[in-house]
């Protein structure tokens, strides 16, 4: 989810306090007409624009975990749905939907890995695809996983003795999927929406600190003159302005 980068927020919020610091040392020199460039205001802007920074701050951490969360759990499902399907080929007595897990398995494991690949090599290299896999891959993923358990509970003579395997726990399993799933669509938008938000308080608006900041810079060439010891040491405190990219 690519917006402007936290790199540029922080400096660019630093530079509004850097400005704001300078402007209150001029004491009663800096008198704008505008209510907006009183300090007061200024200073409900800057702890506006801290407390966004901060909010988006800790959803990327939620948002972190969520997706950590999901590879160690999506990790886990191809050795896992490959002793399903084993148990289930002991117990089911219709081969042509033992052949239809097994390929529901072949699609759980991928094209990519070959034929000589061991389950625990298979594993390994499924939970390294996890970290680049787009949300259709998990999703994808997951409704194969549903396919598998809809034939495991629609046998009636799946039974196993191992508490992991019972149609209950993959039941189980799958539901932890989508829960999964369903967590980090919801820390993704919220942090999205996190991000707009700030991004709006940053740039867009009369209100926004950057047009904040340019309306500062504009009174103080207006106010001391542009060779004045005032802007002089202003002049050299820059906010960058990029094109945002959200998605």
């Known amino acids: 989810m690519p917006a402007v980068s936290n790199t540029l927020n922080a400096s660019n919020l630093a530079a509004f306090a850097t400005l704001l610091a300078a402007v209150k040392e001029f004491g009663s ?11 007061s205001s200024l200073d409900a802007t800057y702890e506006r624009a801290q407390r ?7 959803l990327e951490v939620a948002y972190s975990e969520a997706i950590d969360e999901r590879i160690n759990l999506f990790g886990k499902l191809y050795p896992y749905a490959s002793q399903v399907v084993s148990m289930y080929s002991i117990c089911s007595p219709d081969e042509r939907a033992v ?31 996890l970290r680049s896999h ?7 993923r997951t ?17 196993v003795n191992e508490p992991n395997l019972t149609k209950e726990a993959v039941r189980g399993f799958a539901d932890s999927l989508t829960a999964a799933n369903d967590r980090c669509i919801e820390a ?10 700030r ?17 500062i810079k504009k009174y ?19 906010f960058r302005r990029l094109r945002r990219l959200h998605s």
């Open 29 to 39: 020199r800096y008198n704008p007409a505008s209510p907006r460039l009183s300090i």
């Open 52 to 58: 966004a920074t901060s909010e988006v701050l800790q």
């Open 99 to 129: 052949e239809n897990a097994r390929m529901i398995l072949r699609r759980l494991r991928g094209a990519r890995y070959g034929a000589k690949q061991s389950l625990s090599e298979a594993a390994d290299a499924d939970r390294a695809r």
């Open 134 to 140: 787009s949300q259709l891959g998990f999703e994808d």
């Open 143 to 159: 409704s194969n996983f549903a396919q598998l358990v809809s034939h495991i509970e629609a046998c009636p003579l799946y039974k």
């Open 188 to 197: 993704a938008a919220v942090l999205q929406s996190a991000r707009i938000r």
């Open 199 to 215: 991004d709006d308080l940053f740039y867009d608006g009369d209100e926004s600190l950057h047009q904040l900041f340019m309306e």
């Open 220 to 238: 103080l060439r207006g106010a001391f003159g542009v060779s004045s010891v005032e802007m002089k040491r202003v002049s050299s405190i820059l």
